[in-house]
T-cell receptor
Framework: KAGVTQTPRYLIKTRGQQVTLSCSPI?????VSWYQQTPGQGLQFLFE???????NKGNFPGRFSGRQFSNSRSEMNVSTLELGDSALYLC???????????FGPGTRLTVL | GQQLNQSPQSMFIQEGEDVSMNCTSS?????WLWYKQDPGEGPVLLIA?????ELTSNGRLTAQFGITRKDSFLNISASIPSDVGIYFC????????????FGSGTQLTVLP
């Protein structure tokens, strides 16, 4: 069974730009969660999607948004990028909302 | 909110030594998870624990779900260089809208 895939793996953007990251969950998994990971802050929860609906949201500004499609694939978008948005963005999928999560390899975003 | 205290924050050990790390919480969890993360990659699920008192092994790794359901331990026996990485614990509460609660990680360095 293929694991969670994320594209792109690496991204370099400049301040003010916007970015879209993509996540394909494990086949059969319906819940997708997004996390931001930085050296100083650890894993910070962004949001969770289940059945195309955002079910949970972390403490991030409105510049961070996401969506989930009918095939459970998910995208997250960050608008008006700031230097502090540089991080590893991780997507995790689980079969249902309360099962163990399996992570993708992440997208390394660098904002210059 | 729920918090996990993971310790130690970092460890430097000699190859061949055994390692122990743990997570404690003031809250009860129904599931404990242990992940390992290599540099630049997403966390990989190592062991999942579902019952209080459960002891589960995965090769040289052994994890236990504490009787009080507020703690969990991970032991690595006879460490090897590829054990280097960051180990995270995570707690899940069933029937809750909350996301998994993650520990801050234990950075393991294995010296030759």
């Amino acid at each position: 069974k293929a694991g969670v895939t994320q594209t792109p793996r690496y991204l370099i953007k400049t301040r003010g730009q916007q970015v879209t990251l993509s996540c394909s969950p494990i086949s059969g998994h319906r819940s997708v969660s997004w996390y931001q990971q930085t050296p100083g802050q650890g894993l910070q929860f962004l949001f969770e999607y289940f059945s195309e609906t955002q079910r949970n949201k972390g403490n991030f500004p409105g510049r961070f948004s996401g969506r989930q499609f009918s095939n459970s694939r998910s995208e997250m978008n960050v608008s008006t990028l700031e230097l502090g948005d540089s991080a590893l963005y991780l997507c995790a999928s689980s079969r249902d909302r309360y099962n163990e999560q399996f992570f993708g390899p992440g997208t390394r975003l660098t904002v210059l | 909110g729920q918090q996990l205290n993971q310790s130690p924050q970092s460890m430097f050990i000699q190859e061949g030594e055994d390692v122990s790390m743990n997570c404690t919480s003031s809250s009860i969890f129904n599931t404990w998870l242990w992940y390992k993360q290599d540099p630049g990659e997403g966390p990989v699920l190592l062991i999942a624990l579902y019952k209080a008192g459960e002891l589960t092994s995965n090769g040289r790794l052994t994890a236990q779900f504490g009787i009080t359901r507020k703690d969990s331990f991970l032991n690595i026996s006879a460490s090897i260089p590829s054990d280097v990485g960051i180990y995270f614990c995570a707690g899940l509460t069933s029937g809750s809208a909350r996301q998994p609660t993650f520990g801050s990680g234990t950075q393991l360095t294995v010296l030759p």
